[in-house]
């Protein structure tokens, strides 16, 4: 059974994706469906031991349908190990969600913009 908190972000990441791709011809069923499948991912991915303070982010693009390889990469770059991310595509639009560790936000931000595509931080969380 899901958690509450658990339901709030499902929530909260489909309201944000909807609003980002909002008059492009993606249905809301179709934005739920993919934040299911991410968050069902991640949740399906082992926790790093000892992780300290962790975000987790929605990365959305037009016409990337690379994108997780890209994002990957590009926080390599940074120095930012990342684990299993979600994806999901619409059409031309694409959604990334990933978890990675909170300080590494600014590499996010970076690479989000060198890709061309926006993030949205929808949940921290501290030391597990």
Partial sequence: MPSARSDDLHHTLVERVARRV????????AVDA???SVLAAL???PAAP???GE???AVTARSVPDLASR???????????????G???SGLHHVATLRIPAAAR?????????LGATFSVVGEEGPR
């Fill in 43 to 45: 949740d399906r991915a």
């Fill in 34 to 36: 993919a934040v299911g």
């Fill in 106 to 114: 600014p590499q996010l931000e970076s690479a989000a913009r060198a």
């Fill in 87 to 89: 994806i999901a595509a």
């Fill in 50 to 52: 000892g992780t300290v």
């Fill in 71 to 85: 994002l990957r990469a590009a926080l390599a770059g940074s120095g930012v190990e990342v684990g299993s991310i």
């Fill in 55 to 57: 975000l987790v982010a």
């Fill in 22 to 29: 909002e008059g492009r011809g993606v249905s809301r069923a």
